[in-house]
T-cell receptor, first 113, second 112 residues
Framework: EPEVTQTPSHQVTQMGQEVILRCVPI?????FYWYRQILGQKVEFLVS????????KSEIFDDQFSVERPDGSNFTLKIRSTKLEDSAMYFC???????????FGAGTRLSVL | GEDVEQSLFLSVREGDSSVINCTYT??????LYWYKQEPGAGLQLLTY?????DMKQDQRLTVLLNKKDKHLSLRIADTQTGDSAIYFC????????????FGAGTQVVVTP
């Protein structure tokens, strides 16, 4: 069964460093999403992406965040200058056109020290 | 703004039925979902229901939707130890480009 894959599974970084979280969505999906889950809190929407542009973003998704689909398979989330409060589990999801079902990856745990 | 609320914890004995409840505020919600998260794992879609339905059954899972009260429930029949996990309720509305609004999750612990 096709699945969304995320790498790395755990990323440790120093405050102020840039990180790139990578996702390979399911191959025939055209909508892509990033969510995050701070430990013990709700899963929060960050951004949706379709047709090579951002469709919607939350208040969390400020200028420190960016997303990119650099080729036909990868979807990345970049945090330019990480803060302690960026420590969270980051989930990528993808969805087919006209099907309202999002499939999630296993997540990347980001630890900012 | 939209909000999704769930009870935080449910303990159930193996073989019994579990019922997990969820309320939401967005009356334009079109799809409502249940996701399961096992320790250290991602979000696994269990089932979903479209807002014009009252009930959906899928093997051991039954979803009930009361749109008037904005109440969603998930019943797991014959609960097994492998059902121990966190269960998230989520909703999406047509004007939000598929953005899912999640509840805080209900931790279900199944005891032998």
């Amino acid at each position: 069964e096709p699945e969304v894959t995320q790498t790395p599974s755990h990323q440790v970084t120093q405050m102020g460093q840039e990180v790139i979280l990578r996702c390979v969505p399911i191959s025939n999906h055209l909508y892509f999403y990033w969510y995050r889950q701070i430990l013990g809190q709700k899963v929060e929407f960050l951004v949706s992406f379709y047709n090579n542009e951002i469709s919607e973003k939350s208040e969390i998704f400020d200028d420190q965040f960016s997303v990119e689909r650099p080729d036909g398979s990868n979807f990345t989330l970049k945090i330019r200058s990480t803060k302690l409060e960026d420590s969270a589990m980051y989930f990528c999801a993808s969805q087919q056109v006209a099907k309202n079902i999002q499939y999630f990856g296993a997540g990347t745990r980001l630890s900012v020290l | 703004g939209e909000d999704v609320e769930q009870s935080l914890f449910l303990s159930v004995r193996e073989g019994d039925s579990s019922v997990i409840n969820c309320t939401y505020t967005d009356s334009s919600s079109t799809y409502l979902y249940w996701y399961k998260q096992e320790p250290g794992a991602g979000l696994q879609l269990l089932t979903y229901i479209f807002s014009n339905m009252d009930m959906k059954q899928d093997q051991r899972l039954t979803v009930l939707l009361n749109k008037k009260d904005k109440h969603l429930s998930l019943r797991i029949a014959d609960t097994q130890t492998g059902d121990s996990a966190i269960y998230f309720c989520a909703e999406s509305s047509p004007d939000s480009w598929g953005k899912l609004q999640f509840g805080a999750g209900t931790q279900v612990v199944v005891t032998p």
